[in-house]
């Protein structure tokens, strides 16, 4: 199986947001002990930094980035994911390139807290808990 992960995923695990993290940890946990492919978009790299510098200053920030590239592979955001993300029905520019990213690379699904920003993407968009229940049924 092939994901890719949204920014807000990883923002909860890199700022240790409470009611968030413990099933952002999960999915990781997931990815890791079931050898799933977990992908992130080349700009999740950079908005990560950006915020989580603010937070926790740039060591941390960059030793966190680190980290999370031993879990997640970039993928490129060239012209043709920015031209399939201006012609997307999703109306967020930044989610219509993490989706026209995912359907590009032929990804299965797309992990979010926010999937209700995603309606219109070819590619199935769920919530940590709805990816860790997939998960359990697949066992």
């Given at each position: 199986?092939?994901?890719?992960?949204?920014?807000?995923?990883?923002?909860?695990?890199?700022?240790?947001?409470?009611?968030?993290y413990d099933n952002s940890?999960?999915?990781?946990?997931?990815?890791?002990?079931?050898?799933?492919?977990?992908?992130?978009?080349?700009?999740?790299?950079?908005?990560?930094?950006?915020?989580?510098?603010?937070?926790?200053?740039?060591?941390?920030?960059?030793?966190?980035?680190?980290?999370?590239?031993?879990?997640?592979?970039?993928?490129?955001?060239?012209?043709?994911?920015?031209?399939?993300?201006?012609?997307?029905?999703?109306?967020?520019?930044?989610?219509?390139?993490?989706?026209?990213v995912a359907i590009e690379?032929?990804?299965?699904?797309?992990?979010?807290?926010?999937?209700?920003?995603?309606?219109?993407?070819?590619?199935?968009?769920?919530?940590?808990?709805?990816?860790?229940?997939l998960q359990k049924d697949?066992?």
């Open positions: 199986m092939r994901i890719l992960l949204d920014t807000n995923i990883i923002l909860d695990i890199a700022l240790k947001r409470d009611t968030f940890v999960k999915v990781f946990k997931l990815i890791d002990n079931r050898n799933l492919f977990a992908f992130i978009s080349a700009t999740t790299i950079t908005d990560i930094y950006y915020i989580a510098k603010k937070q926790t200053g740039h060591e941390k920030s960059i030793e966190f980035i680190r980290g999370l590239l031993k879990f997640a592979e970039p993928l490129s955001v060239d012209k043709e994911i920015i031209i399939g993300a201006l012609e997307s029905k999703i109306n967020d520019f930044e989610d219509a390139v993490q989706s026209s690379n032929d990804l299965d699904f797309n992990v979010s807290r926010n999937v209700k920003d995603y309606l219109g993407s070819t590619v199935k968009t769920v919530t940590p808990e709805e990816f860790i229940s697949n066992l």
